[in-house]
């Protein structure tokens, strides 16, 4: 055969072939994007499109996205984050200070959900709701019963501004249940849990979160304990995760001179910003000390920091958890958001807040508080080995790079913490036996006029016997000397839970602070003129043991507090 009739004879095949190929191509590429290059920002999408098109099974692509969205922006650090609409929702109510519901704090106990306080003016003191009202029915549906957890009772009372919820009440006195409807509405949340004086002159303030509405409740706080004879504050910022930076600068120019810097931040893309105090502060002549612990992080490890590095006042307590990132936030149409870490948060000195981090293994740094509790930090003096050392205004040797190291170590009080106190501790027997006592002998302890008059009382019943018995009946047998050693433990604990449900939260502190150790350091050094800024640069503060080591059993880091839907 020739070579012209060869060309005339395969041509048309080649030309097949190499048609057929094309589209083979093109829909390989089709499905990697359009470009015909597969980067790091197209695979994503072209992974997903893949999915959608040609998978054997449907598929429900918003939740594979949902799903995948935590995993991807989770490798990045700990504290950059995918977040849901419904977890963006809750996020933003407790920075704003408010959420939507019927305006009551519950106990869900024995399986039946009690009140166990009203918000004043709110939706159910409105529809006539009273403290100690058992809630069995919503909306005609028997919510009581075994296994009911709280947040199915926040599901079902919470909801929409305005929208109606139909209760089923079961009030002391009567039989049968009492129909009642309330229009759910605004109901605050306090970040200011308590301001009240702790000596003629020295003035507590409680502060949980830094949210939007912190500062006038701060503001507030601390006008009604100058009113009251404070000339010394105690901040305390135990437990605080942080919140709002505006709020935290905001706190602290009542305490810095004009010109003094408060905190920077500063990243790869992000030009340092920074904040100053104005000068416009009601507080810049008043002693203040700050109270940290390892649950202490963000905003709170701000406030602390600059207070330390202008030798303004004194912190005391455990070095802080150590979360100095700044977070920059997308939203997505559907109420969804991505929080992205874009900077670090510096202290005046130049300390940065943030702890160090191993990438990829963030649940280790989650559980950064409870190994440092193994490792003897609490009770014997820190053991950080990454500390860098700076100077203060006034000169001071101060450390950072892993949190906040307070100018006193005051070790975690473990005198009464044994494995029979964790073991109700845990099993959350102390409050629940606090709102059964108040349940029960409600009428009595109506009675009482004050927080102090009904603490007085309640120190002369017989509380830890009937507690013990209580355990008992629920499978914890007694331990004689473990009990005893805990006694004041566990009374200190019970007074105050049942104080708090005639009295409120703020009382709850009044009482339950009075055996605080950090607390009674802070009085101590204030009385001493030792918290006065001439004098945090002069002394040299030693570390203070307080407590003895208790092994491998778990402390309970965080104490109850109310619960409102």
Same mark, same amino acid.
Request: with cysteine; hydrophobic share 35%; proline share 3%.
């Given at each position: 055969?020739? /070579?012209?009739?060869?060309?005339?004879?395969?041509?048309?095949?080649?030309?097949?072939?190499?048609?057929?190929?094309?589209?083979?191509?093109?829909?390989?590429?089709?499905?990697? *994007?359009?470009?015909?290059?597969?980067?790091?920002?197209?695979?994503?999408?072209?992974?997903?499109?893949?999915?959608?098109?040609?998978?054997?099974?449907?598929?429900?692509?918003?939740?594979?996205?949902?799903?995948?969205?935590?995993?991807?922006?989770? $490798?990045?650090?700990?504290?950059?984050?995918?977040?849901?609409?419904?977890?963006?929702?809750?996020?933003?109510?407790?920075?704003?200070?408010?959420?939507?519901?019927?305006?009551?704090?519950?106990?869900?106990?024995?399986?039946?959900?009690?009140?166990?306080?009203?918000?004043?003016?709110? /939706?159910?003191?409105?529809?006539?709701?009273?403290?100690?009202?058992?809630?069995?029915?919503?909306?005609?549906?028997?919510?009581?019963?075994?296994?009911?957890?709280?947040?199915?009772?926040?599901? !079902?009372?919470?909801?929409?501004?305005?929208?109606?919820?139909?209760?089923? +009440?079961?009030?002391?006195?009567?039989?049968?249940?009492?129909?009642?409807?309330?229009? &759910?509405?605004?109901?605050?949340?306090?970040?200011?849990?308590?301001?009240?004086?702790?000596?003629?002159?020295?003035?507590?303030?409680?502060?949980?979160?830094?949210?939007?509405?912190?500062?006038?409740?701060?503001?507030?706080?601390?006008?009604?304990?100058?009113?009251?004879?404070?000339?010394?504050?105690?901040?305390?910022?135990?437990?605080?995760?942080?919140?709002?930076?505006?709020?935290?600068?905001?706190?602290?120019?009542?305490?810095?001179? #004009?010109?003094? %810097?408060?905190?920077?931040?500063?990243?790869?893309?992000? /030009?340092?910003?920074?904040?100053?105090?104005?000068?416009?502060?009601?507080?810049?002549?008043?002693?203040?000390?700050?109270?940290?612990?390892?649950?202490?992080?963000?905003?709170?490890?701000?406030?602390?920091?600059?207070?330390?590095?202008?030798?303004?006042?004194?912190?005391? *307590?455990?070095?802080?958890?150590?979360?100095?990132?700044?977070?920059?936030?997308?939203?997505?149409?559907?109420?969804?958001?991505?929080?992205?870490?874009?900077?670090?948060?510096?202290?005046?000195?130049?300390?940065?807040?943030?702890?160090?981090?191993?990438?990829?293994?963030?649940?280790?740094?989650?559980?950064?508080? %409870?190994?440092?509790?193994?490792?003897?930090?609490?009770?014997?003096?820190?053991?950080?080995?990454?500390?860098?050392? @700076? =100077?203060?205004?006034?000169?001071?040797?101060?450390?950072?790079?892993?949190?906040?190291?307070?100018?006193?170590?005051?070790?975690?009080?473990?005198?009464?913490?044994?494995?029979?106190?964790?073991?109700?501790?845990?099993?959350? @027997?102390?409050?629940?036996?606090?709102?059964?006592?108040?349940?029960?002998?409600?009428?009595?302890?109506? $009675?009482?006029?004050?927080? $102090?008059?009904?603490?007085?009382?309640?120190?002369?019943? /017989?509380?830890?016997?009937?507690?013990?018995?209580?355990?008992?009946?629920?499978?914890? &047998?007694?331990?004689?000397?473990?009990?005893?050693?805990? &006694?004041?433990?566990?009374?200190?604990?019970?007074?105050?839970?049942?104080?708090?449900?005639?009295?409120?939260?703020?009382?709850?502190?009044? +009482?339950?602070? =009075? $055996?605080?150790?950090?607390? #009674?350091?802070?009085?101590?050094?204030?009385?001493?003129?030792?918290? !006065?800024?001439?004098?945090?640069?002069?002394? =040299?503060?030693?570390?203070?043991?307080?407590?003895?080591?208790?092994?491998?059993?778990?402390?309970?880091?965080?104490?109850?507090?109310?619960?409102?839907?």
């Amino acid at each position: 055969m020739s /070579p012209e009739k060869k060309v005339k004879t395969w041509l048309p095949l080649w030309i097949g072939l190499s048609i057929a190929l094309g589209i083979l191509i093109g829909n390989i590429y089709s499905q990697f *994007g359009s470009t015909g290059k597969v980067d790091g920002t197209g695979k994503v999408d072209a992974v997903f499109n893949y999915i959608n098109k040609s998978y054997v099974d449907t598929v429900n692509m918003r939740a594979l996205v949902e799903d995948a969205l935590p995993k991807i922006v989770q $490798e990045l650090d700990p504290h950059s984050a995918y977040i849901s609409a419904g977890d963006m929702k809750r996020m933003n109510e407790d920075l704003e200070g408010h959420f939507s519901g019927i305006g009551v704090s519950f106990y869900v106990l024995r399986d039946t959900i009690i009140v166990t306080s009203i918000v004043s003016g709110g /939706p159910s003191e409105a529809a006539g709701i009273q403290q100690w009202d058992r809630i069995v029915n919503v909306n005609d549906t028997l919510i009581a019963g075994k296994g009911i957890t709280n947040a199915d009772v926040l599901q !079902k009372l919470r909801g929409e501004k305005g929208s109606e919820v139909k209760l089923g +009440i079961k009030r002391d006195g009567k039989s049968t249940l009492t129909d009642i409807v309330v229009t &759910r509405g605004d109901i605050p949340m306090n970040s200011v849990q308590a301001a009240y004086m702790s000596t003629k002159t020295i003035g507590y303030i409680k502060v949980g979160t830094f949210g939007f509405n912190t500062f006038n409740e701060f503001i507030s706080a601390l006008s009604k304990l100058k009113n009251q004879g404070a000339r010394s504050f105690i901040v305390d910022l135990r437990g605080n995760s942080g919140g709002s930076l505006e709020v935290v600068v905001a706190m602290l120019n009542e305490f810095l001179k #004009k010109g003094d %810097l408060i905190v920077y931040a500063d990243g790869r893309n992000f /030009p340092r910003q920074d904040n100053y105090a104005n000068g416009s502060g009601t507080s810049k002549e008043d002693d203040v000390v700050v109270l940290i612990d390892e649950l202490s992080a963000s905003a709170s490890e701000i406030f602390a920091g600059a207070i330390q590095d202008h030798d303004r006042g004194l912190v005391i *307590g455990r070095r802080s958890f150590g979360k100095g990132s700044v977070q920059s936030q997308r939203c997505f149409p559907d109420g969804s958001a991505v929080r992205l870490t874009v900077a670090r948060y510096y202290t005046p000195s130049g300390r940065s807040i943030q702890r160090k981090y191993e990438k990829g293994k963030y649940d280790e740094y989650e559980m950064e508080a %409870l190994n440092r509790y193994m490792q003897g930090d609490y009770v014997n003096t820190d053991t950080a080995s990454t500390l860098i050392s @700076f =100077k203060t205004e006034g000169g001071r040797t101060v450390f950072g790079g892993d949190g906040i190291m307070p100018d006193v170590f005051v070790a975690r009080d473990t005198i009464g913490i044994n494995s029979y106190f964790n073991s109700l501790a845990n099993r959350d @027997f102390i409050q629940e036996y606090a709102v059964s006592y108040s349940d029960m002998y409600k009428q009595k302890l109506q $009675e009482f006029q004050s927080a $102090e008059d009904l603490a007085r009382f309640l120190y002369k019943q /017989p509380l830890l016997l009937n507690l013990v018995s209580f355990a008992d009946n629920k499978g914890i &047998r007694p331990r004689p000397y473990y009990i005893e050693e805990s &006694r004041n433990l566990f009374e200190r604990h019970l007074i105050s839970y049942i104080v708090r449900n005639f009295f409120g939260e703020e009382s709850y502190y009044s +009482i339950y602070m =009075k $055996e605080d150790n950090l607390m #009674k350091k802070a009085v101590d050094f204030i009385e001493k003129g030792l918290a !006065k800024p001439e004098s945090v640069v002069q002394e =040299k503060y030693k570390s203070i043991t307080l407590g003895k080591r208790i092994g491998s059993s778990v402390p309970p880091f965080k104490e109850f507090s109310f619960i409102y839907a």
